[in-house]
């Protein structure tokens, strides 16, 4: 972020030359190529998770490849189509940093979820439930 | 009785980096988000409300999806188009996303162009996002016709597989193609507040006092990215998991 914040003051040197004389006009004014740039990036991320699933990869690639294009897809959103990287940290705090909370919700629920699978396949002895799907084995495969 | 002067309280005041200058900011008086415009504040933290429904949302349908002991339906074939014969997995999904991209791309640049105050482009680009935007729910309302009507799925069952998989597809999908309505919506609205040159005559709008200014179509921007990237969530854990 120290980064962003050193990009801030030569960006908003440009909106404020490009806004003119109306001081309030200093907004969030950038040059159009970073927008294409990132859009054509945002195409090329999309079509990779794509192919991810047209090429039937499976387990840990196919996961790690499904999260690392999510996350950078929703990192360049938030960075520069939603103005983020120029934005005073004293918002950009405000709104990124309570998300995440929701690794906790998701965490419990994960374990929450592995036990009720367990008793299910315990007390209900579930045709279904074969013993690849044992507690421990919560991986991305066993679900396919 | 004179009225008290106007002082530039909206000018960004210097600031030390870093983390002292957030402890400067939220510590100082009256505001804390100093040179954000209201509006757009305002949105943020309605998106940061919207963040955490969205995420109780697949969170819960991730505890679903790992408790339940039949097997899932696979998204890859229930939602695979034939074409010519052939199938192809997400297809349909695939140009959905590729859309809502492509109208977040169409959204910035009427941001841009709504700040250099080139009513008719602004105007354009905003119509075009509405396009996009309703050409998704058009999508939509033919992927949820297909799985209704042609494969049988419902809340509460389906022949395919754990019952739980139309209950978090329902949800999940419905609520954010409902966003989508919403901002499709709000795009035409702020589209014809634009050609009309409402935001130049600094009109103001029909639920505020406030005086119109091009700022509002930034803040209709992080609503429709916001969207955008709720999508990216849904596509990757929904759609490929």
Not at chain 1, 13 to 27: D, I, K, L, S
Not at chain 2, 53 to 59: E, Y
Request: charged residues 10%; hydrophobic residues 50%; neutral net charge.
């Amino acid at each position: 972020m120290a980064h962003a914040e050193g990009q801030h003051h030569p960006a908003a040197g440009q909106g404020h030359a490009a806004a003119g004389a109306q001081h309030h006009e200093v907004g969030q004014q950038h040059p159009l190529g970073i927008y294409f740039k990132i859009w054509g990036l945002l195409f090329v991320l999309s079509t990779a998770s794509y192919l991810v699933d047209y090429f039937h990869f499976q387990g840990y690639l196919r996961w790690a490849l499904i999260l690392v294009f999510m996350l950078l897809k929703a990192g360049l959103i938030v960075a520069v189509f939603m103005h983020m990287l120029w934005e005073r940290l004293a918002i950009v705090y405000a709104i990124l940093v309570p998300p995440l909370l929701l690794l906790v919700l998701l965490g419990i629920g994960a374990m929450e979820a592995d036990y009720t699978f367990f008793t299910r396949g315990e007390f209900f002895g579930s045709q279904t439930a074969a013993p690849t799907h044992g507690p421990g084995a919560t991986g991305p495969v066993q679900h396919r | 009785m004179a009225q008290p002067a106007l002082t530039g309280t909206g000018e960004a005041l210097p600031r030390p980096d870093g983390l002292e200058g957030i402890v400067a900011d939220w510590s100082s008086d009256q505001r804390a988000f100093k040179n954000v415009p209201w509006g757009k504040a305002m949105m943020w933290i309605f998106l940061l409300s919207d963040t955490f429904i969205f995420s109780s949302f697949l969170i819960s349908y991730m505890t679903v999806r790992i408790s339940t002991t039949v097997p899932w339906p696979n998204p890859s074939e229930v939602f695979g188009l034939t074409i010519g014969g052939t199938e192809v997995p997400l297809l349909l999904i695939a140009i959905m996303t590729f859309i809502l991209i492509s109208s977040s791309g169409t959204m910035v640049l009427a941001v841009n162009y709504g700040y250099r105050k080139d009513r008719v482009k602004t105007f354009i680009f905003l119509l075009l996002t509405a396009a996009l935007g309703a050409t998704f729910v058009g999508m939509q309302a033919f992927e949820w016709t297909k799985l209704i009507v042609h494969e049988g799925i419902r809340p509460w069952g389906n022949p395919m597989g754990a019952a739980q998989f139309g209950a978090s597809f329902f949800m999940i999908t419905g609520f954010h193609g409902t966003h989508v309505t919403f901002g499709v919506i709000f795009l035409i609205i702020i589209a014809i507040k634009v050609l009309r040159g409402d935001l130049d005559k600094q009109r103001p709008g029909f639920m505020t006092g406030r005086k119109g200014n091009y700022e509002i179509v930034e803040t209709m921007g992080l609503y429709w990215h916001f969207v955008d990237l709720v999508w990216v969530f849904i596509f990757a854990v929904f759609y490929l998991w």
